[in-house]
């Protein structure tokens, strides 16, 4: 029995390594692809060889700064996607899409991502209470150091015994019950924004700290563009790619 042809292929980045934002996010693209009936697979991919390229029509990309595989850039008919990609592989795409803010983005650039924020599903039933929402960043790096002298003391530290990553649906119904979340700049920060959470930013590299200090700066400022994530973004992807089919 022959398996089904995917219009789609997703190359998503090792959760273990980069977290689990990017596999997270296009998990939902992928269910929300689903119900449009558009086929598609998600591997994570580390350089290995992509053996059974010519079976897709779209490859995305969300991979960090990555490149795409060599032989998939060899077929001039696989259009390519690529996420929130600042590397090479932005050069290589076909198309670009971002969806989280970064310093590098002039003013325009920045209220398009924030309206491509990519939510999960149940977002679509919950009160968008971003306006409530309030964001303090802890500077753990400074001058390329561990701070060790945080001067923010209005947070502690919690720690919670899981020894394994809670499923993507424990996580949430964490995220919906917390009145403070504790996280470093990624998909985690808007979802967190959309519930209109207190939230404290901490950064787990100096490059997490430039884009928190950055995005702090920016969502004080906002005003109006803050209610350009309104909890579409998912749907306007999903249309993007449909358009290109």
Same mark, same amino acid.
């Given at each position: #029995?022959?398996?089904?042809?995917?219009?789609?292929?997703?190359?998503?980045?090792?959760?273990?390594?980069?977290?689990?934002?990017?596999?997270?996010?296009?998990?939902?693209?992928?269910?929300?692809?689903?119900?449009?009936?558009?086929?598609?697979?998600?591997?994570?991919?580390?350089?290995?060889?992509?053996?059974?390229?010519?079976?897709?029509?779209?490859?995305?990309?969300?991979?960090?700064?990555? *490149?795409?595989?060599?032989?998939?850039? $060899?077929?001039?008919?696989?259009?390519?996607?690529?996420?929130?990609?600042?590397?090479?592989?932005?050069?290589?795409?076909?198309?670009?899409?971002?969806?989280?803010? *970064?310093?590098? #983005?002039?003013?325009?650039?920045?209220?398009?991502?924030?309206?491509?924020?990519?939510?999960?599903?149940?977002?679509?039933?919950?009160?968008?209470?971003?306006?409530?929402?309030?964001? /303090? *960043?802890?500077?753990?790096?400074?001058?390329?150091?561990?701070?060790?002298?945080?001067?923010?003391?209005?947070?502690?530290?919690?720690?919670?015994?899981?020894?394994?990553?809670?499923?993507?649906?424990?996580?949430?119904?964490?995220?919906?019950?917390?009145?403070?979340?504790?996280?470093?700049?990624?998909?985690?920060? /808007?979802?967190?924004?959309?519930?209109?959470?207190?939230?404290?930013?901490?950064?787990?590299?100096?490059? *997490?700290?430039?884009?928190?200090?950055?995005?702090?700066?920016?969502?004080?400022?906002?005003?109006?563009?803050?209610?350009? $994530?309104?909890?579409?973004?998912?749907?306007?992807?999903?249309?993007?790619?449909?358009?290109?089919?």
């Amino acid at each position: #029995m022959k398996s089904e042809k995917k219009n789609i292929l997703i190359l998503t980045a090792n959760p273990e390594k980069h977290g689990n934002g990017h596999i997270t996010r296009m998990k939902i693209l992928q269910n929300a692809l689903k119900l449009k009936n558009v086929k598609s697979k998600i591997k994570i991919w580390e350089n290995q060889e992509i053996k059974d390229f010519n079976n897709y029509k779209i490859v995305i990309l969300d991979n960090r700064d990555s *490149h795409f595989p060599e032989n998939i850039l $060899l077929k001039k008919n696989i259009i390519k996607i690529a996420v929130d990609n600042r590397g090479i592989g932005r050069k290589q795409a076909d198309y670009i899409r971002d969806i989280l803010p *970064h310093f590098k #983005m002039k003013n325009n650039e920045i209220r398009e991502s924030l309206k491509n924020i990519i939510l999960p599903d149940y977002f679509i039933n919950v009160k968008n209470q971003i306006l409530e929402a309030q964001l /303090f *960043h802890v500077k753990t790096f400074l001058n390329g150091k561990k701070n060790q002298n945080i001067e923010n003391k209005q947070f502690v530290s919690i720690k919670i015994n899981q020894e394994k990553r809670l499923s993507p649906k424990k996580f949430q119904q964490l995220l919906k019950n917390s009145s403070i979340v504790c996280c470093y700049f990624g998909q985690t920060l /808007f979802e967190a924004l959309y519930l209109g959470k207190k939230i404290c930013l901490h950064d787990i590299s100096e490059y *997490h700290a430039k884009l928190s200090d950055w995005f702090c700066n920016f969502w004080q400022k906002a005003e109006d563009d803050k209610k350009l $994530l309104d909890g579409l973004g998912t749907e306007r992807f999903v249309n993007f790619i449909t358009s290109l089919l």
